[in-house]
């Protein structure tokens, strides 16, 4: 059983273009959980999806940042008009339906993204 | 989710016993003590967790208070490997899926 998948693991992106980060969740899990990390700082939640709802937005900035977990498909973390301040690790995290009810997560290797 | 605390630093000398401490005072009833680690940059990694009794699995041990104000991981035979950030998260466990609250955690560093 593959393990959470993220690409790209590197991106980079000059100030004001866009930046897609994808993730494909484990086999069976359909939760799907957003991080960040700034360099030399704990992960910060962004927001928490299920297939095709977003339940918990409330780590992601106001403007400019969007995510999907579309029905088929990967989820997408969506950054428009990227600034410096955006350069971070990103990591995605899937967890089970909760059979067992403890929504264990797993991570992905992360996706870093660098504006210059 | 209720706040932890715990040491900014540790050093280990690999093939002892790593006690990671970790004060969680307000934790309520339906909250569990989770313990994940982050080598190097890499995604986190689950460890353990547990709501009251003492919890081990084949990476570590779980070691709670009696009042569950606070806990220890205990890795019982350190390697080079083990040198991580070592995060102690407090979060409702059964029932609800939820978002990790992650703090500063302890940079353990084993050495030889």
């Known amino acids: 059983n593959a393990g959470v998948m993220q690409n790209p693991r590197h991106l980079v992106r000059r100030r004001g273009q866009e930046a897609r980060l994808r993730c494909s969740p484990m086999?069976?899990?359909?939760?799907v959980y957003w991080y960040r990390q700034l360099p030399e700082e704990g992960l910060k939640f962004m927001v928490y999806l299920q297939k095709e709802n977003i339940i918990d937005e409330s780590g992601m900035p106001k403007e400019r940042f969007s995510a999907e977990f579309p029905k088929e498909g990967p989820s997408i973390l969506r950054i428009q008009q990227v600034v410096r301040g955006d350069s971070a690790a990103y990591f995605c995290?899937?967890?089970?339906?909760?059979?067992?009810?403890?929504?264990?997560?797993?991570f992905g290797p992360g996706t870093r993204l660098t504006v210059t | 989710d209720a706040k932890t605390t715990q040491p900014p630093s540790m050093d280990c000398a690999e093939g002892r016993a790593a006690n990671l401490p970790c004060n969680h005072s307000?934790?309520?009833?339906?909250?569990?003590v989770y313990w994940y680690r982050q080598i190097h940059s890499q995604g986190p990694q689950y460890i353990i967790h547990?709501?009251?009794n003492n919890e081990t699995n084949e990476m570590a041990s779980l070691i709670i208070t009696e009042d569950r104000k606070s806990s220890t991981l205990i890795l019982p035979h350190a390697t080079l490997r083990d040198t991580a950030v070592y995060y102690c998260i407090v979060r409702v466990g059964a029932g609800t899926a939820s978002k990790l609250t992650f703090g500063t955690g302890t940079r353990l560093q084993v050495t030889l």
């Open positions: 547990g709501l009251k």
């Open positions: 307000t934790i309520s009833g339906n909250e569990y």
């Open positions: 086999k069976g899990h359909s939760h």
């Open positions: 995290a899937s967890s089970p339906p909760g059979l067992d009810g403890f929504y264990e997560q797993y």
